[in-house]
Antibody, heavy 119, light 110 residues
Framework: EVQLVESGGGLVQPGGSLRLSCAASGFTFSSYEMNWVRQAPGKGLEWVSYISSSGSTIYYADSVKGRFTISRDNAKNSLYLQMNSLRAEDTAVYYC????????????WGQGTLVTVSS | QSVLTQPPSVSAAPGQKVTISCSGSSSNIGNNYVSWYQQLPGTAPKLLIYDNNKRPSGIPDRFSGSKSGTSATLGITGLQTGDEADYYCGTWDSSLSAGLFGGGTKLTVL
């Protein structure tokens, strides 16, 4: 069974940093592209970042470019999102998600971890 | 404001059919595949349709997808109360080099 379990969310002050992790199991992690997608309270989905299966290709939404860094450790079956210079508008549930909207869709999603940016 | 435009809400009676539209441009829908996602209240999104019109295993054929030009459509037939959810379209934007989701459509089954 495919499982994606996010961790690392919490309350952080504006300007602070947080590192999200996603533990993957039930599939060959190193063969799959991965994403982070967020959802602000009561709002729609917002794609945040993409990383290829090898980690060699990375993309970011303009809203987080220069502040967030996506990475993966295929040996540990883990995906990460380093978030720096956090702003109130970054408050959201962050989902780790397998696949790509380019083709075959984002087919598995974690349960999400809540990040709250507030003083 | 989302680059992909969806109606905020649609509604229909149980057993009826509903369609949800997703409008974009040549840099996104016009030249890339579209996928559709269902998000039931309080849960993570679920893939319903990928590559414009393909259904993952386990998704009933009541759900269908189509694309024409710079617009895509999700169709749901035989509506059930359990279909009440938010629905999102998704695609890639080749100009932005970024993924996109529509603003979402809330389906109410009256």
């Amino acid at each position: 069974e495919v499982q994606l379990v996010e961790s690392g969310g919490g309350l952080v002050q504006p300007g602070g940093s947080l590192r999200l992790s996603c533990a993957a199991s039930g599939f060959t992690f190193s063969s799959y592209e991965m994403n982070w997608v967020r959802q602000a309270p009561g709002k729609g989905l917002e794609w945040v970042s993409y990383i290829s299966s090898s980690g060699s290709t990375i993309y970011y939404a303009d809203s987080v470019k220069g502040r967030f860094t996506i990475s993966r450790d295929n040996a540990k079956n883990s995906l990460y999102l380093q978030m720096n210079s956090l702003r109130a508008e970054d408050t959201a549930v962050y989902y780790c998600a397998r696949g790509t909207v380019v083709t075959r869709g984002v087919d598995y999603w974690g349960q999400g971890t809540l990040v709250t940016v507030s003083s | 404001q989302s680059v992909l435009t969806q109606p905020p809400s649609v509604s229909a009676a149980p057993g009826q059919k509903v369609t949800i539209s997703c409008s974009g441009s040549s840099s996104n829908i016009g030249n890339n595949y579209v996928s559709w996602y269902q998000q039931l209240p309080g849960t993570a999104p679920k893939l319903l349709i990928y590559d414009n019109n393909k259904r993952p295993s386990g998704i009933p054929d009541r759900f269908s997808g189509s694309k024409s030009g710079t617009s895509a459509t999700l169709g749901i037939t035989g509506l059930q109360t359990g279909d009440e959810a938010d629905y999102y379209c998704g695609t890639w934007d080749s100009s932005l080099s970024a993924g996109l989701f529509g603003g979402g459509t809330k389906l109410t089954v009256l």
